[in-house]
């Protein structure tokens, strides 16, 4: 029998170091260069990222929202006077939002899951942002050259005006916390929750959608609060905080005009797995287990926000030219989803 031997080591404290070596430890507790202090612990950032993508799924199968529905939600708007490169960029969004469709619909064959689940995640968030820079462009005729412009754009033209169909209309219309948690409380069903445990009923899986909302304005109102302090007027007051009524003043100021709604959801959401969060979708003997269905419910989210988009733009387009687009699809696609089965 041949023996095996441990290497031969005369540090033996790079032994032990190498047995008590945690990323998760470090990463929280030490941090990184873009989160000194220590990163969100993922034990929570994992439960949340996953329940809230089934309460949406939940949502819009328990709402029956798919392309038949969303036409008659929007069957009072009225066909647009758009230019041809107008038409064209709605075109081209629809396309982009369908191909990253077709990968998610790949994806779901993967496995783990863990394999694929961040690139899934930004994919996901693609297909939203085409779709609804599809919508923007149908409805105003606009393109926005980034993320944020088209975020507020769309919560502009569809979230406020209430022409974003339930449950992608949720919002805030305010950073201010306490202003934002009167609004929380009149749109919560059951009451404030967190998103730790699976949603089993509609309301909850409500609830869940509320408490991301709330979230992600606690985030926003966050980032903006650390902007605000790098400003010649809050430095002027000399302080570091905003314990001071002046400075308190100040930073409502500045929360009080930004709105929450699903785009800058969606935008958090891809953040997550795109810029920071490493260990949550990829570290621990867990994950497997818990995102056993997250790209499927991400792939029905996206299709029911994709009928939403279609329908929208069919009516700003005018019927003959939808279907001269989706005709077009059909026959000269090289992705697998056929513009039938979402817009059917």
């Not at 006077?81 to 990968?103: D, G, I, K, Y």
């Not at 297909?127 to 923007?136: F, L, N, R, S």
């Not at 979708?281 to 995102?291: D, K, N, P």
């Amino acid at each position: 029998m041949t023996k095996k031997y441990l290497p031969i080591c005369n540090d033996v404290s790079a032994i032990l170091g190498m047995a008590n070596f945690s990323l998760y430890d470090r990463f929280t507790t030490d941090g990184t260069l873009s989160e000194p202090t220590g990163i969100p612990d993922p034990r929570y950032a994992l439960p949340s990222t996953v329940h809230w993508m089934q309460a949406l799924r939940m949502l819009v199968e328990t709402s029956k929202l798919d392309f038949e529905k969303a036409k008659q939600h929007y069957g009072a708007v009225q066909k647009g006077a758009l230019s041809p490169q107008a038409e064209n960029t709605v075109f081209e969004h629809l396309m982009l939002a369908l191909h990253q469709l077709a990968a998610l619909k790949a994806l779901l064959g993967c496995d783990p899951q863990a394999d694929v689940a961040r690139v899934a995640s930004v994919g996901w968030y693609y297909g939203i942002y085409d779709a609804a820079t599809a919508m923007v462009a149908a409805q105003s005729g606009d393109l926005q050259d980034n993320h944020t412009k088209t975020a507020r754009s769309w919560d502009n033209q569809f979230a406020m005006r209430g022409l974003a169909m339930y449950p992608f209309d949720l919002r805030l219309s305010t950073l201010v916390e306490k202003d934002a948690e009167v609004q929380l409380q009149s749109l919560r069903r059951i009451g404030k929750t967190t998103l730790v445990n699976e949603p089993v009923s509609e309301d909850q899986a409500h609830d869940y959608a509320c408490a991301y909302l709330s979230g992600t304005r606690k985030w926003s109102a966050w980032k903006a609060e650390e902007d605000l302090k790098t400003s010649n007027a809050f430095k002027a007051l000399g302080v570091g905080n905003f314990r001071t009524s002046a400075a308190r003043t100040m930073r409502d100021n500045r929360l009080r005009g930004q709105a929450i709604s699903f785009l800058h959801l969606a935008f958090r959401y891809r953040g997550k797995a795109n810029y920071r969060e490493a260990l949550y979708l990829a570290h621990g003997a867990s994950v497997e287990a818990t995102i056993l269905n997250f790209i499927r419910d991400m792939t029905v989210v996206l299709e029911a926000f994709l009928a939403m988009a279609g329908a929208f733009s069919r009516r700003r387009l005018g019927k003959n030219l939808w279907n001269e687009f989706t005709e077009d699809v059909e026959r000269n696609r090289s992705f697998s989803v056929s513009p039938k089965e979402i817009w059917k």
